[in-house]
């Protein structure tokens, strides 16, 4: 099986503390971050994911949004550079404990953030990177 993740869920799963926007969101997101931290490959899509997709529907979702497309761009111009490799839609990653540790390092130092401008949820994922990224779901099993 492959997780369908949209690029700048690519950031969210690094600080996923078991938070969401409803308990149908919350429960779904539980389940990819324990198949990611098994080591279920990902699959970069555009537009709503397997995270998005409790959402859809909902009076409120905003997964189709323009400003919510732009940081998917975003997310993906910074993740291909730290990589070097393409992180936009059609690209396969393995979310394994070094891509894990590459990752939550550029999101500690900010480098990869600019997706991140005007989420709600900053002041959460900034908080959890400055604790080191404690109870975090996502953890790679092959550490
Ligand atoms: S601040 Fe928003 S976009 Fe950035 S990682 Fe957190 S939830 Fe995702």
């Known amino acids: 099986m492959t ?9 969210c799963m690094l600080t996923f503390i078991g938070k969401g926007y409803t308990e149908t969101f919350t429960e779904n997101y539980i389940r990819i971050a324990a198949r990611l931290s098994a080591g279920e490959d990902i699959l970069v899509v555009e537009g709503p994911d397997d995270i998005c997709a409790p959402m859809l529907g909902e009076v409120d979702m905003h997964c189709l949004n323009e400003s ?3 940081r998917d761009i975003k997310a993906s111009e910074a993740v291909g550079a730290l990589l070097k490799m393409p992180a936009g839609p059609g690209a396969s990653i393995t979310p394994g404990a070094d891509f894990l540790q590459r990752m939550r390092a550029a999101f500690g ?4 953030r600019e997706a991140c401008q005007r989420c709600e949820w900053s002041p959460l994922c900034t ?4 604790s080191g990224f404690d109870g975090v ?7």
Request: charged share 20%.
């Open 3 to 11: 997780v369908r993740l949209r690029p700048h869920h690519l950031l």
């Open 68 to 70: 919510v497309t732009d």
């Open 109 to 112: 130092d900010g480098s990869i």
């Open 127 to 130: 908080g959890i990177a400055g």
């Open 137 to 143: 779901l996502v953890m790679a099993l092959d550490r």
